[in-house]
């Protein structure tokens, strides 16, 4: 494929809104941001979700699932906090003022989810059962209290 | 926290809609399955769309970028699939009726994908910036060539 034809074809091939080309080439614009952001909070619900059934009892204990499962959330928690722009307060999104107001805070919230799932990570491929749940259960207070400071209900 | 409250805990603090309770416990919904595969789309975007750029010589080449990029793009290429279950068909998408009649093929591009994926984390530990970049434009292709059989213009 000629080079020079490459992004006009990821534009095409790739895009997911009008936003989308401007993204590529400089910072993103903000509806694309909360659209980014939103994906990976839908995402991180879909890897940790069955982590918190199995923790809770819900569902069957698979070490496998919660390896996979914490690998990837593993990447996904390092992914959302970009998408929290200033340029993006005017948009639609349950994000609170608070999220701007009190960055601080926010970004400490963020690297505490890196460093709970990270643990999560390791504990899922050397620990036992009761010490898997008893990390699943600690993200998932990470999660709720974040939520619970900086998002809307 | 008491376990036995975790999991109606979770379902609110991390629910995106009236169909996550059940996405944990089961199957999800197939309007869940189609906002979750349209997710890793966007974020695929996300981090593919600047080293298109780099590819493309629009934007400056910067290997630490491809790196963290690309090993992201090694967790999300492996995410999109089990959305693409037969019970979304009816779903409100760009996803073209191929992709359930021709499912061998799909299946099969979706292996391409992460396979060239995976050869762009390892080029872009190794590998100099020319191959790099023809490793990001094989990439690019096997997006374009999946979305022209398979996603709706």
Chains 1, 2 share one sequence.
């Not at 939103?38 to 699932?65: D, H, I, R, W």
Request: with cysteine; charged share 20%; glycine share 10%.
């Amino acid at each position: 494929m000629n080079k020079k034809l490459l992004f006009p074809c990821l534009a095409l091939v790739l895009g997911s809104g009008a936003g989308y080309a401007t993204s590529v080439m400089a910072q993103a614009k903000p509806d694309v941001l909360v659209k980014q952001r939103q994906a990976v909070m839908t995402l991180q619900g879909k890897y940790f979700g069955p982590l918190g059934a199995m923790a809770s009892g819900k569902a069957a204990y698979n070490v496998e699932t919660v390896r996979r499962n914490a690998g990837f959330l593993d990447n996904l928690s390092r992914m959302p906090w970009d998408g929290f722009d200033p340029n993006t307060k005017g948009e639609k999104s349950r994000a609170l003022p608070a999220v701007f107001e009190n960055k601080a805070k926010f970004d400490a919230g963020a690297s505490t989810l890196e460093n709970e799932v990270s643990k999560l990570v390791s504990v899922s491929r050397s620990g036992d059962e009761a010490a898997v749940k008893a990390q699943i259960t600690a993200v998932g207070k990470v999660c709720g209290a974040c939520h619970n400071d900086f998002r809307a209900k």
